[in-house]
């Protein structure tokens, strides 16, 4: 049954799709009437009551609710009625007119007000709201008390309301102190707002809440909405580069879909998954499926006294994502949009086909083989070229284009009244790749209902869907390809027919004809959560929160025929067509129940927690693969050949369950204390072994409350604090305390009867348990002149019991089991510095945020070192350390050769590398290498380097001037170690073809060269060495956005409410020394990437 609903639903996808937008308005027009108008009738029997008398009777049996101005009503006792089961609004008819009102009604909510002929007792307002030092102020609320009659100020300051005589005006705008005017007969005001200097209380999202920020006792880093907004990017995991210290995210690649982010919290702290816990308004999520322009606020948690709270899930750092929720008023539309043009930061150039030839006959001819083209063919190709005879192709220019269009679209409409608001949100980005036939489209549905059942009960009823699709050629990417194509092949005939390309490779055919591969993913979830306060200060919660995840893999690999130029097919053989195909099927359920108290006596305030929480998970997949199809154009599963078919499929599941708590106390928000502690069980451990504890402590001193600091003006806010925590990862695979048994293994009897068996292939170890982190913080934060923030920490964060498979006999014939055994350290520092002010009528904002992590592997439980192609795993060293020879340059003459330790048997030149001879030989048997061995081999291999950028920073402005606002990102990183092998940077590596930056290789003229000597199939200059690295360092624009806002005047002509267009560009420059062609941020590979994206876009904010 799951398959034919996926089926239907790819069927039905882009037919459900094209209602969306007329269904979720339909929603916001209809759902509020329709709720409110169910408990619309009353029956009241009342003698001589007053008008408030009779609008609280009929709140009290209806969810209908009143707004009026009391001073306006007829407080005469003189209303008697006996009804029954009579509409509200008609009971109303026949009452108000008698007491000189009338009504109108949005949602539940009915406004009472003075008929027509009272409205002489209004009067017009105008005012100018300006700052402490006389500048207007834009943007700030005026708002007639105990009503929803408001207005916000010009880019002058200046407003205008209607209001009744001797209304109260409540003035507020963000950062300034909020103000409440007594108008009495005043009808021009001007206003001066004082600035909140300490923001006391400003609060941030913390883990199973939230907490005001001064009270903050752990490394908690806020990052608004309003930030993310001055980042357009498809990813929102990219929208969080350079803005948090102790915050790492790398982008190894721009492919749609694919060009999201690696975070890292404070470094790497296992061998396994390093990535932190993502929660969406407290669900487990993909940071990447949620639209940046749907989030309200982002907080990382950084420590364990912050991140503790959530326990065996933490320990790699936590990040909150909080969705934006309706607001309490009639309903408003916004729409964001931006449509952006795409092109490669930077991208390899390979030589042409003529500089390919000569250049790999010097390089034959350098290691003693036959030159394969002849001086002649050089010739007449210089002559002819491009032609069939003598083919000129530049794959890239062919197979890549020069611009990709992206662009995005968000429309959200929200509002409500005192018992329901919503919030409904659509959002639509597609995103073209520069390859041929890539492309990356997702669809994202937000419904977010807020409901006040009564005044001590409400609840929240969250909806939420994502589809996306990610297509590509069924090749796959060309850059493997296109790092080693000479230029000299044919890539398409003049004919128009596709050439034979590399021996019958031809990529630039199979991408635009080899058939296509669609990933398409569909998530779904639905959060309901209640909240009851029985007494004040006393409430419960209870949230239940299934997801569902839908996968649809489809390849369909075509067959391409490739020609002579003659004409002749080079491929005959028929019916190679391929097809692959998987659904797999994801559902998780989260149920969680909290209890806090919240208590202030005296000076002392006081804050509990506890709660529990279930997670329960199961996935299954199937998949299936035919060939040989007869119909290219029939991509369905049984229409291929069952020769060849093969169909796999599994499942698996997990759970977890916690029990935790918080004690949060402060005296006179000056000392401040709390605790975190969570038990939580596990499913992947064996029983007895399954629960864990984790707890955490911290402290802060909030000085600048002290008395000996009140007459230190310049100080605002002064606190150091300290924590200590421990954090648990249970990520580890989901029964490693079983053997594992593989099926199929048949076993021959008697030579003739073959039996089906299994056999157990990898070993078991029931003693298996939680990898666990201590981690130890200290910080201060500081507010300065009312204009600077500081905030600085220093961490030493250990991981204890990493998985290590340690060696066990071979002849137990098992794979060795995962054993909790290593430890690792980071330790590290980071800096926060924010600085705000205003000039006249520019305002300005700037902010620096640096960090550093120095990591180490401090115990392999006496095994290892474990090494890979080019990295590995020592004690002593960085996790995934560089690993390799250590070059000294290059050979200058015969002597340096001759003087030099051998080098892998070759018979060597001028112009190749020089190894450095370690010390590998203990000559004196004290345990100390001192001596070498005069061979260059695999033992004098040396750690080369560091994987782990150091010193990443960002450096954040925004400035507005009136209309105009100009914000940018300089983010960058102070020290890293890039690595570029195989094909990336080496010269017909495996027959392929040269860069232009080749051309500077060694001779005898040109003895300075950045490239050995050239050589073809030379093992001596293929070695993984010290002089293939580069210093990967970099300083990027990382953002830079214009924008400017039209103003009201001009706006209301069109009946908008706020409009503003604005022009961005991402990765607009970079300064770098590292490898041409090739970007500083995905240092370490063959060179094979998805270039990174420059990003030109124009967009437009609107509300109406």
């Known amino acids: 049954m799951y398959y034919q609903i996926i089926q239907c639903s790819l069927v039905c996808k882009d037919t459900i799709f094209r209602f969306i937008p007329l269904l979720l308005i339909s929603i916001f027009l209809v759902y509020p009437t329709e709720i409110y108008a169910q408990n619309s009738q009353v029956s009241i029997s009342v003698k001589n009551v007053s008008l408030k008398e009779l609008l609280t009777n009929i709140e009290k049996q209806s969810d209908v609710r009143f707004s009026y101005i009391e001073k306006n009503l007829d407080h005469k006792k003189d209303i008697t009625i006996n009804i029954q089961d009579e509409p509200v609004e008609r009971l109303l008819d026949r009452i108000l007119p008698g007491k000189g009102m009338e009504y109108t009604r949005t949602g539940n909510t009915i406004a009472v007000k003075l008929i027509q002929t009272q409205k002489d007792k209004l009067k017009k307002v105008n005012g100018t709201i300006t700052d402490n030092r006389g500048e207007p102020i834009i943007g700030a609320n005026v708002v007639q008390k105990g009503t929803t009659n408001g207005i916000i100020t010009d880019v002058d300051g200046n407003f205008s309301l209607e209001i009744p005589e ?101 470094g790497i702290g296992t061998l396994s998954s390093a990535n932190p816990l993502i929660l969406v308004d407290g669900i487990e999520s993909d940071i990447n499926s949620v639209d940046p322009s749907d989030i309200e606020s982002i907080s990382v948690l950084k420590d364990a006294a912050s991140a503790a709270i959530y326990g065996s899930r933490a320990a790699n750092g936590v990040i909150l994502i909080t969705t934006n929720r309706a607001e ?187 058939g296509m591969t669609h990933e398409k993913n569909y998530s779904a979830n639905i959060n309901f959560k209640v909240n009851y306060q029985p007494v004040d200060g006393l409430n419960l919660s209870f949230q239940y929160a299934p997801k569902w995840n839908f996968i649809h893999y489809k390849k369909f690999g075509k067959t391409v025929n490739l020609y002579y130029p003659s004409g002749d097919l080079y491929n005959p053989t028929p019916y190679r067509a391929n097809m692959t195909e998987k659904y797999s099927k994801n559902v998780t359920n989260n149920l969680k129940a909290l209890v806090t108290y919240d208590k202030s006596f005296n000076a002392h305030n006081l804050s509990l927690l506890a709660g529990f929480e279930q997670i329960d998970f199961r996935g299954d997949w199937l998949n299936g693969f035919r060939d040989q199809y007869l119909l290219e154009n029939y ?45 939580d069980g596990s499913s992947r451990f064996a029983p007895g072994l399954k629960y864990g504890l984790f707890p955490s402590f911290s402290a802060g001193w909030r000085i600048s409350e002290e008395s000996f600091m009140k007459d230190i003006e310049w100080v605002n806010n002064l606190k150091i604090r300290a924590s200590w925590g421990k954090l648990g990862n249970q990520d580890i695979g989901n029964y490693p305390f079983v053997s594992s048994v593989s099926l199929g293994m048949d076993y021959v009897f008697n030579g003739a009867v073959s039996a089906p068996g299994g056999a157990v292939t990898d070993a078991a170890n029931p003693n298996i348990t939680w990898e666990s982190t201590a981690m130890t913080n ?53 800096i926060t510095l924010r600085y705000n002010d205003r000039i006249g009528d520019f305002e300005y904002g700037i902010g620096v945020n640096l960090s550093d992590v120095h990591n180490e592997i401090t115990d392999l439980a006496e095994t290892g070192p474990y090494i890979y192609d080019r990295t590995i795993h020592k004690e002593g060293y960085p996790i995934t350390s560089l690993y390799g020879l250590e070059a000294e340059g290059l050979f200058q003459n015969a002597d340096e050769i001759k003087d030099h330790a051998s080098q892998f048997g070759t018979i060597l030149a001028p112009g190749d590398i020089k190894y450095k001879d370690q010390l590998t030989i203990d000559s004196d048997g004290d345990g100390i290498m001192d001596k070498a061995d005069g061979i260059i081999n695999a033992d004098d291999r040396v750690i080369m380097g560091d994987y782990m950028p150091h010193y990443t920073y960002g450096i954040d402005f925004y400035g507005k001037y009136k209309n105009v606002d100009l914000s940018f990102l300089l983010q960058g990183v102070g020290k890293a170690d890039g690595y570029i092998d195989q094909q990336g940077v080496l010269a017909f590596y495996m027959g392929g073809t040269a860069q232009e930056w080749h051309k500077d290789h060694w001779t005898e003229e040109n003895r300075n060269a ?95």
């Not at 909140?196 to 009270?215: A, M, P, R």
């Not at 903050?216 to 580069?241: F, H, R, W, Y």
């Not at 499929?649 to 759970?655: L, Q, T, V, Y």
């Not at 998985?803 to 055994?821: C, D, E, F, M, R």
């Open 1010 to 1104: 950045s490239y050995p000597r050239l050589t073809f199939n030379y093992p001596n200059n293929e070695q993984v060495s010290s002089y293939w690295i580069r210093d990967a360092s970099y300083l990027r624009l990382k953002n830079l956005q214009v924008g400017y806002t039209v103003p009201n005047r001009f706006v209301k002509k069109v009946f908008l409410d706020y409009c503003r267009v604005f022009f961005s560009a991402q990765n607009l420059f970079t300064i770098t020394s590292f490898y041409d062609g090739f970007d500083p941020e995905a240092p370490i590979g063959r060179g094979d990437f998805y270039p990174m994206m420059k990003v030109y876009s124009f967009g437009l904010n609107v509300k109406f």
């Open 166 to 266: 001797g209304a109260t005006l409540v003035i507020s705008y963000i950062g300034y102190l909020s103000q409440e005017i007594h108008t009495g007969n005043q009808s021009i005001l001007n206003i001066k707002l004082s600035e909140d200097t300490q923001n006391l209380e400003e609060v941030v999202v913390v883990g199973y809440g939230v907490q005001k920020k001064i009270n903050l006792t752990g490394s908690v880093e806020n990052i608004t909405g309003s930030d993310l907004a001055k980042k357009p990017v498809g990813q929102t995991s990219m929208a969080l580069q350079g803005m948090s210290s102790g915050v790492t995210v790398q982008q190894t690649s721009g492919q749609p879909g694919k060009d999201n982010g690696t975070i890292r919290i404070r």
């Open 328 to 514: 309490k008023s009639s309903f408003k539309v916004n729409y964001d949009n931006y449509i952006g043009w795409q092109s490669p930061t930077s991208m390899p150039q390979n030589v042409s086909g003529y500089d390919h030839m000569v250049m790999i006959n010097e390089a034959n001819r350098n290691v003693g083989k036959v030159e394969p083209f002849t001086q002649e063919y050089i010739d007449e190709y210089r002559k002819n070229s491009p032609s069939d005879l003598y083919p000129e192709t530049d794959w890239r220019k062919v197979m890549l284009k020069e611009k990709a269009l992206q662009h995005n679209h968000h429309v959200s409409i929200n509002g409500g009244g005192e018992k329901v608001s919503i919030l409904g949100s659509l959002s639509y980005l597609n995103q073209d790749g520069i390859t041929i036939n890539t492309n990356y489209e997702r669809v994202n549905l937000r419904l977010n209902s807020d409901i006040n059942l009564h005044k001590r009960l409400s609840a929240n009823f969250d909806i939420y869907f994502m589809t996306d699709d990610n297509a590509t050629p069924s090749a796959g990417m060309p850059w493997y390809f296109l790092n080693r194509y000479p230029n000299n092949l044919q890539g398409k005939n003049e004919d128009g027919s596709w050439g034979i390309g590399w021996d019958g490779t031809n990529t630039w055919a199979q991408e635009n004809d080899g």
């Open 635 to 679: 991509e369905v599963l049984n229409a291929g050949s069952p020769a060849n078919q093969a169909a796999t499929g599994s499942a698996s599941d997990w759970a977890l369950r916690s029990v935790f708590g918080r004690i949060n106390y402060n005296y006179n928000q000056k000392y401040l204390l709390e605790a975190n502690i969570r038990y």
């Open 778 to 830: 200290i910080g201060f934060d500081a507010t300065l002149f009312s204009k600077l923030s500081v905030t600085a920490e220093y961490y030493v964060k250990n991981t204890s019991d990493i998985l290590l498979k340690l060696p066990i006999p071979g002849t137990s014939g098992l794979n060795p089991a995962y054993q909790n055994a290593g430890k690792v350290r980071n330790k590290g520092w980071d």
